[in-house]
């Protein structure tokens, strides 16, 4: 039987996230955030889609400045949903960023630790614990603004971007990505700053949806009941991103966990809001299928019986409602029944889902980001031509991102990625180690599909 999880409330401007409130669902935009008129026309895209919050990434001052245009503009024409801005590199971008937005997300990750570059660094505890000054010694002064000026904060941990500190000591773990959490979370408890919104994201389901458990215990212990917002990063696009959101945010969802969804795609931003509409309605039903294909187990399979009146609702609902199980290795087969499609298709669809639990690999995987204003080269067309010249390599997994953000760290889950340097310039990488830098955009796709080859011994 579903029970969500109980939380505090935050405010975000006009609308609350946990407590009592429901799920609430939101998206990102795509646009060069100085661009004010792009901004708001994409924003007004998502809000009329059903987004009840829109983030842009604010990558420097200028861009945080601007959301104070996007946001009067936005009011002007009767668009009151609360805006949210992305920080990353630049502390103090942060700062600016909370005198005009209701939200802002900050990365415990680069928030004042430098970008993550895979060193191992050897820290005393006294060291160790003079770090953490250093964030308290900025952090502390952004509260004191988002309390005065009534800003809500996301902290916002990314599976792909933890700190070499974090790394150095705790190693790439669950337990290391619930510590980078947590070190910022007790500093805004310190400081009484209630008003705050937890993610943590990865692009493995397991890998989230592990991690995101252990948040909620480790908050527990400490006596914490923020909301939590919940997303598989770098989903990709397609019935492959649908399928993997719908595992991971499903599995947590079936068991009580979240408060606020974006479904991460490759696409449009507002196409990502009817996907998480669909989750968060079919929690019910979904909560009631696993119990189902939970008792249904034999033989190493998961039989599940599912009705559903398209096929993108099909795909949706089978992965939530098994997510979890697969995750946690109950079964290492699925059998899904349904009369209206043909027994290839739920085969597909099954051998998909496997796939997204990381079971069972039976094609390549793309591992793409949706895109933001940091994204310098046409995403979706650099998907296309990647997956077209990559579609037969069964079993390899492809990391294709708009920056540098998650780029690098995500590429550890990846064999090979292609990442933005710059306006214009790509990366290339093996795993984790960048293999060629600054790449002109017009000859990347043909050099990692090059390199791709050579390195797997592909005429």
Same mark, same amino acid.
């Given at each position: ?241 649908? *399928? #993997?959101? $719908? ?5 947590? !969802?079936?068991? =009580? /966990?979240?408060?606020? %969804? ?123 031509? *990647? #997956?077209? $010249? ?5 079993? !390899?997994?492809? =990391? /294709?991102?708009?920056? %540098? ?55």
């Amino acid at each position: 039987m579903y029970k969500r999880r109980q939380s505090s409330e935050t405010r975000v401007g006009n609308i609350g996230i946990g407590g009592q409130n429901p799920i609430r669902i939101q998206s990102m935009g795509t646009v060069d955030t100085n661009n004010t008129e792009g901004c708001v026309a994409q924003a007004k895209r998502i809000i009329d889609a059903g987004g009840e919050l829109v983030r842009f990434t604010t990558q420097g001052t200028r861009e945080a400045e601007n959301m104070k245009n996007i946001s009067a503009q936005l009011k002007a024409d009767g668009y009151n949903t609360p805006l949210v801005a992305d920080v990353h590199f630049t502390a103090h971008t942060a700062d600016v960023a909370a005198l005009y937005c209701e939200k802002v997300r900050i990365n415990p990750g680069n928030y004042v630790d430098p970008g993550r570059t895979f060193k191992h660094l050897e820290y005393t505890d006294e060291e160790y614990a003079a770090e953490l000054q250093k964030i308290e010694a900025k952090l502390v002064p952004f509260l004191n603004i988002c309390k005065e000026h009534h800003t809500a904060v996301r902290i916002g941990v990314n599976h792909g971007s933890l700190s070499d500190r974090i790394m150095s000591r705790y190693g790439d773990t669950p337990e290391g990505i619930v510590e980078s959490c947590m070190e910022f979370l007790r500093i805004f408890r310190r400081e009484n700053f209630n008003d705050v919104v937890i993610s943590i994201k990865a692009s493995n389901t397991v890998v989230m949806v592990t991690t995101m458990r252990l948040l909620v215990a480790t908050m527990d212990k400490e006596n914490m009941h923020y909301p939590l917002h919940l997303g598989v990063t770098e989903a990709g696009e397609g019935e492959d991103g649908r *399928i #993997k959101s $719908a595992v991971g945010i499903g599995a947590l !969802l079936t068991e =009580g /966990i979240g408060d606020t %969804i974006r479904v991460s795609l490759s696409e449009e931003p507002e196409c990502e809001i009817p996907v998480a509409r669909k989750l968060v309605d079919m929690i019910p039903e979904c909560t009631k299928l696993r119990e189902e294909a939970e008792a249904s187990i034999k033989d190493d399979t998961i039989t599940l019986n599912v009705d559903a009146p398209d096929w993108e609702t099909l795909q949706l609902k089978a992965a939530m409602a098994v997510g979890a199980l697969l995750i946690d290795k109950k079964a290492h087969n699925l059998s899904i029944l349904n009369s209206q499609f043909s027994t290839e298709k739920l085969v597909e669809l099954a051998d998909a889902i496997l796939q997204a639990a990381r079971i069972k690999f039976t094609k390549t995987e793309y591992i793409s980001c949706p895109g933001c204003g940091r994204t310098l080269y046409n995403l979706q067309e650099t998907i296309a031509k *990647i #997956k077209a $010249a990559t579609k037969d390599m069964v079993g !390899l997994k492809i =990391g /294709i991102m708009g920056c %540098i953000v998650n780029g690098p760290g995500e590429m550890a889950d990846a064999d090979y990625g292609y990442v933005g340097a710059g306006r214009g310039k790509i990366s290339l990488y093996k795993a984790k180690e960048c293999i060629e830098k600054n790449i002109p955009e017009e000859e990347a796709v043909e050099r990692l599909i090059e390199f791709i080859r050579k390195d797997r011994g592909i005429k």
